[in-house]
């Protein structure tokens, strides 16, 4: 596939969505949201999940490494994704149980909303969580049965990551930011 040849030249991060490249949120560190928090968010997910993905045989990944929701016709790229299987290839996965992307104001609607419908519609995605940058909220929607239910978390609480088995604290994901 040609998006994911160039990908690999491309000096910027690009999703593909329905046959169109983009930069995920802009196509430089000052247009994509980037900022320390929203680093220290990253880190603090990855870091607090890593013991436990790893004692279960997941993977967890960054954003560095693709989703490929083929369904969709749609490669993106979630700040951090767990997969009970190995990838299939080398450049992306095609079956997490958990994604969050963590909102930043130019990203808001794409993870409300487009990205919210395509993660969604994954069968083996147990977990999908939304966190805000610049506030202590968090919104899970965690898969019961067929049908997908909503925790929104502000300020102090838990959510459960039921394919991990384990909960996640406010305090855990934002420690050191807020």
């Given at each position: ?27 430089a560190a000052d247009e ?136 996640l604290s406010l305090d ?7």
């Amino acid at each position: 596939m040609d998006y994911l040849r160039t990908e690999r030249e491309s000096s910027f991060r690009r999703e593909y969505v329905g046959g169109f490249w983009y930069g995920p949120h802009g196509e430089a560190a000052d247009e994509d949201g980037a900022s320390a928090g929203h680093g220290l968010i990253k880190t603090n997910l990855l870091g607090t999940l890593y013991p436990t993905c790893r004692g279960l045989g997941f993977r967890l990944f960054s954003s560095q490494f693709k989703l490929h929701i083929a369904e969709k016709a749609a490669f993106y790229s979630p700040d951090v994704m767990g997969c009970l299987d190995a990838p299939e290839d080398d450049s992306y996965a095609t079956s997490p149980c958990l994604l969050a992307e963590i909102v930043s104001e130019r990203s808001e609607w794409t993870d409300r909303h487009a990205k919210y419908h395509a993660y969604t519609s994954i069968p083996s995605l147990q977990t999908y969580l939304i966190v805000e940058q610049d506030e202590r909220r968090v919104y899970a929607y965690e898969r019961e049965g067929g049908e997908w239910e909503l925790q929104e978390l502000a300020g102090r609480g838990s959510v459960h990551i039921s394919c991990l088995g384990r909960t996640l604290s406010l305090d855990d994901i934002y420690a050191w930011v807020l």
